[in-house]
């Protein structure tokens, strides 16, 4: 089984899958375009959600988990815990809350940044854990570890068998105390050779837009998430492609991020107009692409069961507006807003105030996109077929 890259895997696995969150799930549209208030303004009263049938709106249920975690601070006990239970109550299948350290590694994350010792890596169906990728110059790199070794410990406990969910909290530490500089004992295995290696953590770029050839001139654009600056490599690697020549945007495993990144990566490929309508707190907005695009270069759109948030949004896009064709296997359907609030402890709640759709008005929360061509495997195989099928469009 095929585990995600470690340094954006979910660190909150101890409290249930409601708050076991991607960090890109965080902010949605409204964070992202700075509509939102920052997280240290209180809940205030607003109109009522267009999901009329909630048994709330989204501001009361704000309002009611800041409550709660005022008075369990006025009472001696822990706002976060009194939190988590308002958030629990609220039915908000996205709603979470998060300590200071781990909001602060979201944000983190989302300016393309982490703390970490620079290693992705995948649990076999025996169990073990394989390292598939050693980032260049980070504390890994420089340990002389390597793609094809095996994890087999961390700080002394065993991880063959672990979910990678598991590995990447073990590596990563909590979050208060695993700041760059803390260390981390590792227990490698290659061939027959055993050893341990102790890293220290560091402050990490992270890799989330890279760019290939496959051998019959189609350009390969491979998004991991929209983090700061990557709908700018996405623009950047369209107009350096060679003329003419297709493009795959590989959207698979894109667990989201920001949206404006989205938005920019779609500018690349339309000429202005709409990429998706959302509401907060029943309040309707648009989010518009920026002209000038390349409206004419084959493009297919790949995705799958870890697409989600943001990288929805884009592929929504397209595919309304008749630009791409979308192959793969059906998206996670995370089309909601959350808006951050900051509680007296510091931790931050996070609760779901709207929801986005594309531009034909489809919503994608629960639902997900549909792909043009349904494929489970050999997905870039099939995109390459649908590319020489649309042509050479000069």
């Known amino acids: 089984m095929s585990g995600r890259d470690l340094f954006c895997q979910p660190r909150r696995i101890r409290r249930g899958a409601a708050l076991t969150l991607l960090f890109a799930s965080v902010f949605v549209a409204g964070a992202a375009t700075g509509s939102f208030p920052d997280p240290g303004r209180k809940a205030t009263s607003s109109p009522p959600s267009a999901s009329s049938g909630d048994r709330s709106t989204p501001a009361s249920d704000q309002e009611e988990v800041t409550e709660a975690a005022e008075k369990a601070m006025a009472d001696g006990k822990s706002p976060m815990e009194a939190a988590e239970r308002a958030v629990s109550r609220s039915?908000?299948?996205w709603?979470?809350?998060y300590s200071q350290g781990e909001y602060e590694e979201f944000e983190e994350a989302l300016d393309g940044q982490y703390t970490g010792v620079g290693l992705w890596a995948r649990r076999e169906s025996d169990g073990r854990i394989e390292v598939t990728r050693v980032q260049s110059g980070s504390p890994a790199a420089a340990a002389g570890i390597r793609k094809g070794d095996l994890l087999r410990s961390v700080d002394g406990e065993k991880v063959d068998g672990r979910p990678v969910t598991e590995v990447v909290s073990l590596l990563r530490g909590d979050a208060e105390d695993a700041a760059a500089g803390t260390e981390v004992s590792l227990g490698l295995e290659r061939g027959t050779r055993a050893w341990s290696e102790t890293l220290r953590r560091a402050l990490l770029s992270t890799d989330s837009v890279t760019v290939s050839k496959l051998p019959d001139g189609v350009t390969v654009i491979k998004v991991d998430a929209f983090t700061?600056?990557?709908?700018?490599?996405?623009?950047?690697?369209?107009a350096q492609a060679p003329q003419g020549s297709g493009i795959a945007l590989d959207l698979r495993g894109n667990s989201g991020g920001l949206v404006t990144e989205a938005v920019t990566a779609a500018s690349a490929f339309l000429d202005g107009g709409l990429?998706?309508?959302?509401?907060?707190?029943?309040e309707q907005?648009?989010?518009?692409?920026?002209p000038g695009g390349d409206t004419t270069r084959p493009l297919v759109v790949l995705v799958d069961g870890g697409?989600?948030?943001?990288?929805?949004?884009?592929?929504g896009a397209l595919q309304d507006r008749g630009r791409a064709v979308v192959v793969g296997s059906q998206t996670f359907g995370k089309g909601s807003v959350q808006m951050p609030s900051r509680l007296p402890d510091g931790s931050v709640a996070e609760l779901t105030v709207g929801h986005y759709r594309t531009p034909s008005g489809r919503g994608v929360d629960g639902q997900g996109i549909t792909p043009d061509l349904d494929v489970d495997a050999k997905a870039m195989e099939q995109a390459e077929t649908v590319l020489s099928g649309l042509g050479d469009p000069s």
């Open 91 to 93: 039915g908000d299948r």
């Open 275 to 282: 990429v998706a309508t959302y509401d907060v707190d029943g």
């Open 228 to 238: 700061k600056g990557a709908g700018d490599l996405v623009q950047a690697a369209v």
């Open 95 to 97: 709603g979470a809350v």
């Open 307 to 315: 697409t989600m948030s943001a990288a929805e949004l884009l592929t």
């Open 285 to 290: 907005r648009a989010l518009h692409a920026e």
